[in-house]
């Protein structure tokens, strides 16, 4: 996760991880992130701390607090999860 890693976030419970099928609309409010500091390379089944940067102005992210669990998108694709500390 080097520089300007930014990808869309969904707040929802650990049970959506899975991505939406093919041609169907993806469920849940995207909300633009940037991830800031922490590791530079998270591979599959490793876990870091890392600052996320709400990017819009005007954009509700009332939904991300402490100890709300989020996906992480790139597209319909969930590429990571986490929660809030």
């Known amino acids: 996760m080097e520089g ?3 990808p869309h ?8 991880r899975t991505p939406a099928p093919s041609g169907s609309e ?7 992130v940037e ?8 591979g599959p089944g490793q ?7 709400l990017l819009y102005e005007g954009v509700n ?3 991300v607090v402490r100890g709300a669990t989020f996906t992480v ?3 319909p694709a969930v590429v990571g999860y986490g929660c809030v500390i």
């Open 4 to 6: 300007h890693y930014q």
């Open 9 to 16: 976030v969904v707040v929802g419970p650990p049970t959506d």
């Open 26 to 32: 993806t469920p849940g409010n995207y909300l633009g």
């Open 35 to 42: 991830f800031y500091g922490g590791a530079h390379h998270i």
């Open 47 to 53: 876990t870091a701390e890392i600052q996320l940067v």
């Open 61 to 63: 992210y009332s939904a």
């Open 73 to 75: 998108r790139e597209g």
